[in-house]
């Protein structure tokens, strides 16, 4: 199963389970993306239509009490990547020391990625410091710049479509990597000039993970032919 129909299969899934915050979360991620397949965006209007509808049918999902969502961020991964996706949406201006609290303790890295993008979408200019794997981050939400805004990221995304455009599911398990990584690497964010490196061992991990030798071959040529060309035009 491709990237795209894992993700309308898991929004599909949270609008049958009324778990509407969530799908509202994924569709708001996929259609914020500088590229999305025809069938793919299509589907997720469809969605969105369908999310509206139920909605509408329920009289409106009822909204978790704040001091619930901030609870279930001291639970397990999944508790935490629930709550996060849930507080995406919220003033998060609210409760900047729960969540100041929360980063700074090695929280689930995929949980924390959500918080610190709502942060900076929402420019909160407070100092928070966020511990991972006993490194600490000292960033100000309203200096980090989020995903889907970030320079480096939209050329990286540029650069695998002209790498691997000729391999449709290598693409989308790259940019599925690539999407996952520089999440991963909030409050940082990638560099013009680190887009080739990123999109590189984005490319190389999803070959990997389809087992595609011969494509990942082919990207060492590419991509040190891209390098050459780079210190070239230096």
């Excluded at 309308?8 to 969530?22: F, S, V």
């Excluded at 965006?41 to 409106?60: I, N, P, T, V, W």
């Excluded at 995929?110 to 909160?124: F, G, N, S, T, V």
Aim: contains cysteine; glycine residues 4%; negative net charge.
């Amino acid at each position: 199963m491709g990237y795209y129909e894992e993700i309308i299969t898991e929004i599909r899934n949270a609008i049958e389970e009324h778990r509407y915050e969530d799908a509202k979360f994924l569709l708001k991620r996929e259609l914020s993306m500088p590229y999305i397949p025809e069938d793919a965006e299509a589907q997720f209007h469809a969605l969105q239509k369908d999310l509206r509808y139920a909605c509408e049918d329920s009289q409106g999902p009822e909204e978790e009490p704040l001091e619930v969502l901030l609870s279930m961020l001291k639970g397990k991964p999944e508790a935490q990547l629930a709550a996060a996706s849930r507080l995406h949406d919220r003033n998060l201006r609210t409760c900047t020391e729960e969540i100041r609290e929360y980063l700074s303790h090695e929280p689930y890295p995929e949980a924390a990625a959500l918080l610190i993008e709502a942060l900076a979408e929402q420019e909160i200019g407070d100092e928070f410091v966020y511990t991972k794997d006993g490194v600490e981050y000292t960033f100000w939400p309203d200096a980090v710049t989020p995903v889907t805004r970030s320079p480096g990221f939209l050329e990286a995304l540029a650069l695998l479509k002209q790498w691997v455009s000729r391999n449709p599911s290598l693409l989308e398990t790259a940019k599925s990597v690539l999407v996952h990584d520089a999440y991963m690497n909030l409050p940082l964010s990638y560099e013009k000039e680190e887009a080739g490196g990123a999109a590189y061992e984005a490319a190389c991990q999803a070959a990997d993970l389809l087992g595609d030798t011969a494509d990942k071959a082919e990207l060492e040529k590419v991509y040190d032919s891209y390098q050459i060309r780079k210190k070239t035009c230096a």
